[in-house]
Structures are given as C-alpha cells and as structure tokens.
C-alpha cells in the first residue's frame, strides 16, 4: 500500500456500537483507496468490516492497571502512524453524502510538498472564524487565533504537529480549549477550507455534529440509519435533549474548575 496518509478513527471501546454504523457510512461514500484506517480501541482487537484495511491499536493494552486518558490513548495511537499525514475522525462521525476525496487528496498533496502547513480543517464547523484569506490557493482560508483554533472535527494534521499539542492529563474538550491557547504562543500555519468558495454547508465530508452528545445520541441519528438501513437501539443509550447555549458552556466551565491548577496552566497556554 502507498499510503500518503492514514486515517485515525478515535474512538474508545464503550462506544463498539458506533463502529458499525461508521464504516458502513465511510464504505458506501468514502472507502478512500490505498489509505490504512487505525481503529484506536484501549483493549479491543480483530475489528473488520468487509475489506477495508482497518487496524486496532490497544492503545490501552500496555498500561493493563489503569485506563489511558483520551490524550495518552490518542500519542500512542499516533506512534503507529507510519505516515507523515494523519486525517483525524472520530467513530461518531456519521458520513451522511458523498465524501469529495479528489479535494482531500489535494489538500493532502498540498501539505505534503508544503512543509509550514500544519493542519487543514475539513468541515464547516471546528475552526472559528473570523478567517483571513490564504493568497497561495483561494480554495483555503488561515484559521486565526480564536477560539478552535486546535479542533477535533475531520481535519488533517501532520502526525508530529498533533502529538506536540497533546497533553496526557487531558481529555478531548480540555485538549480544543487548553491546545488553542497554547496554539497562540506558536507561528503556525493552520488552514481550513474556505466555506464561501464553496458555497456550500460543507465542502469535503459532511457529518452532524456530532452523532453521540455525553453518551447519548443526536436526535436525528434515527432518521440517518433508517434511511440508511442501520439496525441500532436506541433505547440502550437514548436520546440526548438538547441544552441551551448558556447551560453547556457553564456546565462545561463547573468541570474545568474541578481541577483549579490544571485550568490555570491550560488557560495560559504553556506547553
């Protein structure tokens, strides 16, 4: 396989009963050739779905007397990249049309012969705006340093540019808000394509955002699997009833204080 980049699906073994429905969804509107797809369980292995080249890192495997942190999971999965590109999903990113590979495949070319881009944004939301144009292809914009700055939506990354951000003692919330402040102390170059060339929702893979919220699933992942024939429960982990604006940013600032020291750190942006 001549691989010029690998797809990551960052996941954890509690959520198994996505992997399904995601590789369904990748196989009937992706299924990108000659890409080797890392499936990044803790503990599980032998995972495949029709012959997609799908691998499992037991990224937790080697630390059998505690549980890895989503950071520390994430930096081991990323030492069996064997490519200098990693393209970032996770399993709850139900592909919902056809994905553009030709432009992803472009965007990876652009990378790979530019070395001061560090990461391209995939999606039309992660990275806030406002953007600034990007004079050396107009299909892209420079994500500025605003909020999201570092984003987990789909979005490639070169492998060393993501371990740099991680932290081992954060999760993948604390890793967006903590890692954009520590992206401000840094001149990099971070791309996201350009939602107004486009004029579209989405110009490379279209997903909502995002299909499971705190463990239970987005409202219209019902309507996503029966057009597309997925058998799932979903009483086993019900339904997530949406929150307003106001309440999830103040819950999510309630668990950020828990740890006092470590916000403290994060919000300075020191590596």
């Not at 029966?226 to 339904?239: A, T």
């Amino acid at each position: 396989m001549n691989a010029k980049y690998t797809l990551l699906v960052n996941t954890s073994d509690g959520f198994e009963d996505c992997w399904n429905p995601f590789f369904k969804l990748y196989y009937q509107y992706w299924n990108a050739k000659d890409v080797p797809i890392l499936l990044n369980t803790e503990w599980k292995t032998g995972y495949s779905y029709f012959n997609l080249p799908i691998s499992c890192t037991q990224s937790n495997a080697s630390n059998p007397e505690r549980r890895l942190t989503w950071s520390e999971c994430l930096k081991n999965a990323l030492t069996m990249v064997e490519t200098e590109l990693v393209l970032y999903v996770q399993e709850d990113y139900f592909i919902e049309q056809a994905v553009d590979n030709e432009l992803i495949m472009d965007m990876v070319e652009l990378m790979l012969k530019d070395p001061k881009i560090k990461y391209i944004g995939l999606t039309h939301f992660g990275n806030c705006p406002p953007f600034v144009a990007w004079k050396q292809d107009k299909r892209l914009v420079e994500v500025q340093q605003t909020k999201y700055r570092i984003s987990t939506q789909a979005g490639i990354w070169r492998k060393e540019t993501l371990n740099s951000y991680l932290k081992p003692e954060e999760n993948g919330w604390m890793f967006e808000i903590f890692g954009t402040q520590r992206a401000k102390r840094r001149k990099e170059l971070f791309l996201t394509l350009n939602r107004a060339f486009y004029n579209a929702s989405c110009p490379a893979i279209l997903y909502t955002h995002t299909g499971i919220i705190k463990g239970k699933w987005h409202r219209l992942m019902p309507a996503l699997f029966n057009k597309h024939r997925i058998d799932m429960d979903f009483n086993i982990r019900g339904i997530y009833k949406e929150k307003s604006y106001l309440f999830r940013k103040l819950e999510t600032g309630m668990k950020l204080l828990k740890q006092p020291i470590q916000f403290y750190k994060g919000m300075r942006g020191k590596d």
